[in-house]
Antibody, heavy 113, light 110 residues
């Protein structure tokens, strides 16, 4: 059974930082491109970032470019998202996913003073 | 980033058939195909169909996906109360080098 388990969400003040993790099991993690997708309360799904299978290439949505960094550790089957300079409009559930096959349960990030 | 276009809402009666559409362009749906996701309130998305229009194991045969040109469709026959949910399409956009989503369609079963 495939499991993607996100952690690291929580409440952070504007301008602060947070680091999300996603532990994968039941898949050959190192074979898969992985993504972070977010969903603000009551809104739709929005792609945030992706990383290729060996971690050598990444891309970001314009609204997080320069603030967020995606990375992975294939030895630990773990995906990461480092989020800096957080803003109120970054408040959302963040999902770890390969989009077309598997999705995690999500972790809630709330940016508020 | 530009997204895919879905109607915001569709309403159909119990046991009727609903067809949800998703329109993109030649860089995404037309070239790479589209996947479909179902999301019930308070739950994560669930994959209903892959980009080649096949279904994951365990997904009802009442659901079928197809594509014509730059438009993908998801047809749900014999609508049941549990089909009431939000439905999203997704595609890889080779021009944007990014995943694009539709805005979602809220399906109401009357």
């Amino acid at each position: 059974e495939v499991q993607l388990v996100e952690s690291g969400g929580g409440l952070v003040q504007p301008g602060g930082s947070l680091s999300l993790s996603c532990a994968a099991s039941g898949i050959i993690f190192s074979d898969n491109w992985m993504h972070w997708v977010r969903q603000a309360p009551g809104k739709g799904l929005v792609w945030v970032s992706r990383i290729n299978a060996d971690g050598s290439a990444t891309s970001y949505a314009d609204f997080v470019k320069g603030r967020f960094t995606i990375s992975r550790d294939n030895a630990r089957n773990t995906l990461y998202l480092q989020m800096n300079s957080l803003r109120a409009d970054d408040t959302a559930v963040y999902y770890c996913t390969n989009v077309f096959d598997w999705w995690g349960q999500g972790t809630l990030v709330t940016v508020s003073s | 980033q530009a997204g895919l276009t879905q109607p915001p809402s569709v309403s159909k009666g119990l046991r009727q058939t609903a067809t949800l559409t998703c329109t993109g362009n030649s860089n995404n749906v037309g070239n790479e195909g589209a996947g479909w996701l179902q999301q019930h309130q308070g739950h994560p998305p669930k994959v209903l169909s892959y980009r080649d229009n096949s279904r994951p194991s365990g997904i009802s045969e009442r659901l079928s996906a197809s594509r014509s040109g730059n438009t993908a469709s998801l047809t749900i026959t014999g609508l049941q109360p549990e089909d009431e949910a939000d439905y999203y399409c997704s595609a890889w956009d080779s021009g944007l080098n990014a995943v694009v989503f539709g805005g979602g369609t809220k399906l109401t079963v009357l």
